[in-house]
Nanobody, 125 residues
Framework: QVRLAESGGGLVQAGGSLRLSCAAS????????MGWFRQAPGKEREFVAA????????YYADSVKGRFTISRDNAKNTVYLQMNSLKPEDTALYYC??????????????????WGQGTQVTVSS
């Protein structure tokens, strides 16, 4: 069974940084693309960033481009989201997600089948 466990959330002031981690288990990690999503109170879940199975392709939402960086360490079965220059509007519950299909390099419109429980990020003004 695929399990995704996020960590690294917390409270930070505007302009600060956080690094989220998502540890995956239950199947071979290195052959699957990974993604990050977020959901703020009263809003729908939105896409944040994705990375291909080999790390060669990344894709970001316009709202985080230039501030957030997604990366992966296949030896540690972990995907990261480095978040810099945080804004109050980045406040949300952040989830990592994985697709069921392997070797995905086309990240736009990728379907995700597995989700973690989320880690809270709160940015104060």
């Amino acid at each position: 069974q695929v399990r995704l466990a996020e960590s690294g959330g917390g409270l930070v002031q505007a302009g600060g940084s956080l690094r989220l981690s998502c540890a995956a288990s239950g199947r071979a990690f290195s052959i699957y693309a990974m993604g990050w999503f977020r959901q703020a109170p009263g809003k729908e879940r939105e896409f944040v960033a994705a990375i291909s199975w080999n790390g060669g392709t990344t894709y970001y939402a316009d709202s985080v481009k230039g501030r957030f960086t997604i990366s992966r360490d296949n030896a540690k079965n972990t995907v990261y989201l480095q978040m810099n220059s945080l804004k109050p509007e980045d406040t949300a519950l952040y989830y990592c997600a994985a697709p069921n299909r392997a070797f995905q390099t086309v990240l736009i419109g990728l379907r995700y089948d597995y989700w973690g429980q989320g880690t809270q990020v709160t940015v104060s003004s």
